[in-house]
């Protein structure tokens, strides 16, 4: 079978490099081309999952690299080694397959390898969040019971879930321990009603020592599901056992699921993971390239920090980008070469707006002094731009609903969340106030 020419190969990874964005994973540089036969790309990944993840994610953009080096219509197919065929069996079949918690372990096995707490960088962003993990696997439905942790994508919300529950296994290998996507559990209790099995999916779930559901916001619009979570949620508290929750935002902003549920999430500690600042980025980039043997000059990790300010999996895709462009070329790893890596991402970025620049536009098109804005006083005058600076910086900016609060005289997060639901209704019946947010917003992001 026809190999696959260096070059051409180089060609492929340079434009998966420029193009594959936040696609890449710091694996790709595992990836090896197998054959090139009638149209027919193969590549070997470096096992199941990573093959699964190139199959869901990345099949787009290694076809069009593909085509784009040779020049016509390519087909790409992943492949692992057959040793590692038979290794994973499908979570979703093994967890019916008896009556018995035994299926249990092959969702409780799932952990993502890595995601340790020795691996976690901690920094001024996620210190409540990892502290409170620690002390949660150490004394499991004990402490923080339940825990939710909420923050955007990529900023180790998954990671931490994982270093509990591995935490938990190595000091406890009997526990009964299940760490799954909040996707998995909606699909899990549809297949338990479809089959019939509903008592066997209630036994596996409720007789759990630690339950840890990532991204539980996808549980909106799933009514029935709600109710099986929140009878299971009431029976693992009532025995003590570790519930632990991540989603995108904090509970009071998930309006969507039932308040007795949202409710019970509070009952515990809800902990804000914020974005990385920039010694915490160059903290993480040191720390991934060390696990990876990879060498970065100090003056790129610098650079990569300096350019990539979003979140964990950011930083590690610039990473890989860098690595694997420095690979297929035969070049060493310099500014010159990472700048080339990360394209797009080093051109000058958009003005950022602040807090500042919204308590400016604020104050001249409503003719209120800042000083009354961050006041205690509570007049109409005063209490309406109020809001709309609160409605503001939670949309057009990246500060957390503690700090937006901490602008307006140390207010706290309820009140900006108060805030941003009474503009948002107001706006649904006053055409004119939404006119006049709208050309706030748009003087707001143009300020140089």
């Known amino acids: 079978m026809p190999?696959?020419?260096?070059?051409?190969?180089?060609?492929?990874?340079?434009?998966?490099?420029?193009?594959?964005?936040?696609?890449?994973?710091?694996?790709f540089t595992e990836l090896q081309p197998l054959a090139l036969d009638n149209g027919l790309l193969e590549i070997q990944a470096p096992g199941q999952h990573e093959k699964e993840y190139c199959q869901q994610h990345a099949m787009k953009l290694f076809t069009d690299a593909a085509q784009g080096a040779t020049g016509r219509l390519v087909g790409i197919c992943f492949l692992t080694d057959a040793s590692d065929a038979n290794e994973i069996d499908d979570p979703v079949d093994t967890a019916w397959q008896s009556d018995q918690i035994s299926g249990l372990g092959k969702i409780s096995a799932s952990f993502q390898d890595g995601?340790?707490?020795?691996?976690?960088?901690?920094?001024?962003?996620?210190r409540l969040a990892h502290a409170a993990s620690l002390a949660i696997s150490d004394l499991p439905g004990t402490v923080y019971n339940p825990l939710f942790l909420h923050g955007s994508s990529g900023l180790g919300k998954t990671h931490l879930l994982?270093?509990?529950?591995?935490?938990?296994?190595?000091?406890?290998?009997?526990?009964?321990?299940?760490?799954?996507?909040?996707?998995?559990?909606?699909?899990?209790?549809?297949?338990?009603?479809?089959?019939?099995?509903?008592?066997?999916?209630?036994?596996?779930?409720?007789?759990?020592?630690?339950?840890?559901?990532?991204?539980?916001?996808?549980l909106a619009n799933h009514e029935q599901t709600?109710?099986?979570?929140?009878?299971?949620?009431?029976?693992?508290?009532?025995?003590?056992?570790?519930?632990?929750?991540?989603?995108?935002?904090?509970?009071?902003?998930?309006?969507?699921?039932?308040?007795?549920?949202?409710?019970?999430?509070?009952?515990?500690?809800?902990?804000?993971?914020?974005?990385?600042?920039?010694?915490?980025?160059?903290?993480?980039?040191?720390?991934?390239?060390?696990?990876?043997?990879?060498?970065?000059p100090e003056d790129v990790a610098c650079f990569i920090a300096g350019t990539i300010d979003s979140n964990t999996r950011e930083l590690e895709g610039a990473i890989a980008k860098v690595t694997m462009l420095a690979q297929v070329t035969g070049r060493s790893v310099d500014i010159s070469l990472a700048k080339e890596a990360l394209g797009s991402a080093v051109e000058p970025k958009q003005h950022e707006v602040t807090i500042e620049d919204i308590l400016s536009a604020v104050t001249s098109r409503y003719s209120v002094r800042l000083a009354d804005l961050q006041s205690k006083k509570r007049s109409?005058?005063?209490?309406?731009?109020?809001?709309i600076c609160m409605y503001l910086a939670r949309n057009l900016t990246r500060h957390s609903l503690e700090e937006i609060g901490g602008y307006f005289g140390g207010r706290d997060h309820t009140t900006v969340l108060h805030a941003n639901r009474t503009i948002k209704a107001l706006c649904t019946n006053d055409p004119h106030l939404q006119a006049t947010l709208e050309r706030l917003s748009q003087d707001i992001q143009a300020t140089d």
């Open 115 to 126: 995601y340790i707490f020795q691996t976690f960088v901690t920094g001024p962003c996620n």
């Open 162 to 218: 994982h270093a509990i529950c591995q935490k938990v296994v190595a000091d406890k290998p009997n526990a009964q321990i299940a760490v799954l996507s909040c996707e998995t559990f909606v699909n899990h209790f549809i297949e338990a009603v479809e089959k019939g099995k509903l008592q066997e999916f209630r036994y596996l779930y409720r007789h759990l020592d630690v339950l840890a559901i990532d991204d539980i916001q996808f």
């Open 226 to 296: 709600q109710e099986e979570f929140f009878h299971t949620f009431n029976t693992l508290y009532q025995d003590h056992k570790q519930i632990i929750v991540s989603g995108d935002r904090s509970p009071e902003e998930m309006a969507s699921l039932e308040e007795r549920l949202i409710s019970r999430f509070q009952w515990g500690l809800v902990t804000r993971i914020d974005r990385p600042c920039y010694e915490t980025r160059l903290a993480i980039i040191h720390k991934k390239a060390r696990l990876r043997n990879i060498r970065l």
């Open 3 to 27: 190999t696959v020419d260096r070059e051409l190969w180089q060609q492929i990874i340079h434009q998966v490099v420029l193009n594959g964005g936040h696609i890449i994973r710091p694996w």
């Open 380 to 387: 109409r005058s005063i209490a309406f731009p109020r809001q």
